[in-house]
C-alpha cells in the first residue's frame, strides 16, 4: 500500500516562504515513484479541497491553479521518492491543510481521480 508523508508545515507571515515535502513508500507489483502522477491539494477551514499543483512522473508536466501561479512551485526528486511544494510571497488566503495526492500514470486537477493520499500537513499564514 502506498504512503504518503507530507512534513514542512507551520506559522508563516505574510510574505514568507515554506517549503513542504512529501515523503512516498510502500510500492508493490512492480509500480515505483517514477509511475505516479502527483499533486498538491489544500483545504481551507469551512471550504471545499481544492487543486494547488500538479506534476507527471519525468516532470515535463506542471499545472499550477491561477491562485498559486508565479508564487509556488511543485517539484519533485525520483530518486528520493519525494514531492516538494516550495511556496513563496505566502498570503492569509494560503492558509490551510496541504495534502499530497499521487495516482498511477497521469496528473489530474481533480482530487476524486486520486488514488493516495497524505495526513496533511497546516499551513497558517498571519497577516
Known amino acids: 500500500q502506498v504512503q504518503l508523508v507530507e512534513s514542512g508545515g507551520g506559522l508563516v507571515q505574510a510574505g514568507g516562504s515554506l517549503r513542504l515535502s512529501c515523503a512516498a513508500s510502500?510500492?508493490?507489483?512492480?509500480?515505483?515513484?517514477?509511475?505516479?502522477?502527483m499533486g498538491w491539494f489544500r483545504q481551507a477551514p469551512g471550504k471545499d479541497r481544492e487543486f494547488v499543483a500538479t506534476?507527471?512522473?519525468?516532470?515535463?508536466?506542471?499545472s499550477y491553479a491561477d491562485s498559486v501561479k508565479g508564487r509556488f512551485t511543485i517539484s519533485r526528486d525520483n530518486a528520493k521518492n519525494t514531492l516538494y511544494l516550495q511556496m513563496n510571497s505566502l498570503k492569509p488566503e494560503d492558509t490551510a491543510v496541504y495534502y499530497c495526492?499521487?495516482?498511477?500514470?497521469?496528473?489530474?486537477?481533480?482530487?476524486?481521480?486520486?488514488?493516495?493520499w497524505g495526513q496533511g500537513t497546516a499551513v497558517t499564514v498571519s497577516s
Open positions: 495526492a499521487g495516482r498511477p500514470y497521469s496528473t489530474s486537477n481533480f482530487d476524486s481521480e486520486y488514488n493516495y
Open positions: 510502500g510500492f508493490t507489483s512492480g509500480f515505483t515513484f517514477w509511475n505516479y502522477g
Open positions: 506534476i507527471s512522473w519525468s516532470s515535463s508536466t506542471i
